[in-house]
């Protein structure tokens, strides 16, 4: 069974910067896209960016120009800049392979805070 382990979350002050990772478990070979959900407590999940296998990216509106998602064999990273007190949230990474296959991390912690 396949695990995603997300890491970097953390409590930051408003205007800082955090880099999100996430690590597959092992090799998964028909990677199709890779991305991020946020969800804080008694709101909606909220998609956040993708990359695919081929390196396109795409943003939420929210995010796209203080956000940046890239990938690295089988690891998704979220470069997150110019926080803001909204962006406090659970961040879980998620993956799809071209079988349609869903993989989710458990999250990780983002707070944003004076």
């Known amino acids: 069974q396949v695990q995603l382990v997300e890491s970097g979350g953390g409590l930051v002050q408003p205007g800082g910067s955090l880099r999100l990772s996430c690590a597959t478990s092992?090799?998964?070979?028909?990677?199709?896209?890779m991305g991020w959900y946020r969800q804080d407590p008694g709101k909606q999940r909220e998609w956040v960016a993708y990359v695919t296998s081929g390196g396109r990216t795409s943003y939420a509106d929210s995010v796209k120009d203080r956000f940046t998602i890239s990938s690295a064999e089988n690891t998704v990273f979220l470069q997150i800049n110019s926080l803001k007190a909204e962006d406090t949230a659970v961040y879980y990474c998620?993956?799809?392979?071209?079988?349609?296959?869903?993989?989710w991390g458990k999250g990780t912690q983002v707070t944003v805070s004076s």
């Open positions: 998620y993956l799809r392979d071209y079988n349609a296959m869903e993989y």
């Open positions: 092992k090799r998964i070979f028909n990677i199709h896209v």
